[in-house]
């Protein structure tokens, strides 16, 4: 069974640029969610999507969207990046929709901004 | 808010016991998990108390105490490969997990 992937894995963008990272949960699994991780602030809750509704939302400006499709395949997007969005975007899927459910994490996308 | 603490840094030798402790402050949850990361990886599941207690899973335990608002991750037989860091994080509804400050555990031979 795969696990979760996102792409791109690296990237580099310049300040003022837009950038779209994209996540495959595991198959099956109908929610998703993003978290931003830095050294600065840690593992920080972005969104989660589940049926292509989103769920939550972290305390991050409007300037990160997200979207989820009817495959469960989900997209953030973040624009006019600045500097300080320059880290690890992790994207993860859950099976279920109890707390307790596993949480899988896929491998990342390093956005680097310029 | 949620807050949790973790310290920043632990190192044991391997086949030696050790516990990584996280302190919160946080209105409400309903569990704290624990995850591995390796460098460059992505952060993987290690243990779940949804209650007071301890759960045991191979060389790894969690322990949580919700009156203390402690958990502790403890790794028995240490191994090299156990290098890594650890993040305890607390479920505040559906998925959403917010994450503890993180350890980074540094085992020697």
């Known amino acids: ?114 | 808010g949620q807050s949790l603490e973790q310290p920043s840094e632990v190192t044991a030798v391997e086949g030696a016991i050790v516990q990584i402790n996280c302190t919160y402050q946080t209105s409400g949850f309903y569990g704290l998990s624990w995850y591995q990361q390796h460098d460059g990886g992505a952060p993987t599941f290690l243990s779940y108390n949804a209650l007071d207690g301890l759960e045991e899973t191979g060389r790894f335990s969690s322990f949580l105490s919700r009156s203390d608002s402690y958990g502790y991750l403890l790794l028995q037989e240490l191994q090299m490969k156990d290098s890594a860091s650890y993040f305890c994080a607390v479920n505040t509804g559906f998925q959403k997990l917010v994450f503890g400050t993180g350890t980074r555990l540094l085992v020697s031979p």
């Open chain 1, 1 to 114: 069974k795969a696990g979760v992937t996102q792409t791109p894995r690296y990237l580099i963008k310049t300040r003022g640029q837009q950038v779209t990272l994209s996540c495959s949960p595991i198959s099956g699994h109908r929610s998703v969610s993003w978290y931003q991780q830095t050294p600065g602030q840690g593992l920080q809750f972005l969104f989660e999507y589940f049926s292509e509704t989103q769920r939550n939302k972290g305390n991050f400006p409007g300037r990160f969207s997200g979207r989820q499709f009817s495959n469960s395949r989900s997209e953030m997007n973040v624009s006019t990046l600045e500097l300080g969005d320059s880290a690890l975007y992790l994207c993860a899927s859950s099976g279920g929709t109890e707390p307790g459910n596993t949480i899988y994490f896929g491998e990342g996308s390093w956005l680097t901004v310029v």
